[in-house]
């Protein structure tokens, strides 16, 4: 049974710094390519960021470019999500899912046909 976890989310001040973890069990981690996700209240679930299976390529959305850093760690099966200089518009619940690799490109990560989600972890960003 595959199991994607977050953490990580919390209550920053803007400008301040939060790094989420994504844990994954089930599956093997290295052949799937995995993203980060948002959702903030009423508006529509957007991509943030995709990270290839290999983990040498990457993508960003432009509000989050030069401020968020994606990575993982195939020895712990762990995503992680480096945000620095937050601000109150990243505020939302941020979700991690993956995909498996052969059913997309490199670093692309389409929010309708990731194969799995975690529940998400509440980011709150105070002005």
């Given amino acids: ?11 920053v001040q803007a400008g301040g ?10 599956l093997t981690f290295d052949d799937y390519v ?11 679930r957007e991509e943030v960021s995709c990270l ?14 030069g401020r968020f850093t994606i990575s993982r760690d195939s020895a712990k099966n762990t995503l992680y999500l480096q ?7 990243d505020t939302a619940m941020y979700y991690c899912a993956a995909i498996y690799r052969v059913k997309t490109a490199l670093a692309v990560c389409p ?9 998400g972890t509440q980011v709150t960003i105070s002005s």
Avoid at 34 to 44: D, V
């Fill in 52 to 65: 290839s299976a290999s983990g040498t390529l990457t993508s960003y959305k432009t509000p989050v470019k």
């Fill in 1 to 11: 049974q595959v199991q994607v976890a977050e953490s990580g989310g919390g209550l």
């Fill in 17 to 26: 710094s939060l790094r989420l973890s994504c844990t994954v069990s089930g």
């Fill in 111 to 119: 929010d309708r046909r990731m194969d799995y989600w975690g529940k």
């Fill in 34 to 44: 995995m993203g980060w996700f948002r959702q903030a209240p009423g508006k529509e």
């Fill in 83 to 89: 945000m620095n200089s937050l601000k109150p518009e």
